[in-house]
């Protein structure tokens, strides 16, 4: 018997690759992850983030690899960085929402940033987790493809999680 | 939100620290390349729940803070290109007038 939990983790995963490892071309995003908050612990008082269900469109990102960065590059070296990163990026936004309370425009659900090669998105899907995407292809941010990839995630899995509750 | 558009300017001039804090933060989380390179963070897209916030290089010059409370723009992406032209823009001015101060002085 499967349960409710396991159907929507596989939704999920399916989400993920049809936006990523199997979008054909591959194009935009050569990494997705969907993770959950877990509670704060106590030393810092920060939520971590356990990731649920990622995606990468290995070829794609191995090529981008071996063209800026050279063959010993691994595609999964890459996206251990990325993983690396996610957590970080979470925990440096939550603190800026805190700061930026006075703005009064509310919590950030999206951020996108801009790297020399490339760039990586955080957005939230709901009040306890997020989607990360990130991309070598600069190009593909230049022109608003993995925005819109992330967003078209972002609306699926909400889709999700409206049918079979959060 | 219940206060003026000058005391809305005032607050996004207070915001503009803590933003360049995470942007500086976020920069020293290098390297993000899988060789090790460091790869530097050019811009950071900030959509809040109600608009959003952009900060970015400009060139080698500084930076552009830019802030709306206009949701609509930044859904559609008009505002992420409004702030990438006003970026390309004043870094083209700068490097006119960097030129022309190298020009002068050259001729000088």
Redesign the interface.
Known sequence: MISMAEVKVSIVQDVLDNNVKLRRPPIGLNYAAYAVLTLPDGENGEHGLQVIGRSSNHKYLKQL?ER???P???PD??IK?WEE?LP??HN??A??DG??V????????????????GGFFYNRVNSHSILFGAT?DQSQINH?QC?REMKQMVTELQAVFTAHGA | ?G?TAER?VE??Q??VA??A??FS??WS?E?????G?P???????????????FY?TVGSYGWLFA?T?DQQPLNT?LA?QHFAVAVKHIAGALDETKGSKVRKAAHD
Do not use: Y
């Open positions: 690899l800026f960065s050279g010993s590059c691994t070296a890459q960085l990163l970080k990026v440096a936004l603190l800026l700061a930026l006075l703005a009064g425009q509310g919590e950030n659900v999206r951020a996108v940033f801009d790297v020399d090669m070598l608003g925005d | 939100m206060h809305q607050i996004w207070q915001s803590p933003v804090n995470f933060k976020l989380l390297p993000l390349e899988a060789d390179a790869s530097s963070l050019t811009r950071v897209v900030l959509d809040a729940e109600v608009g959003g916030l970015g802030a409370l992406g992420e």
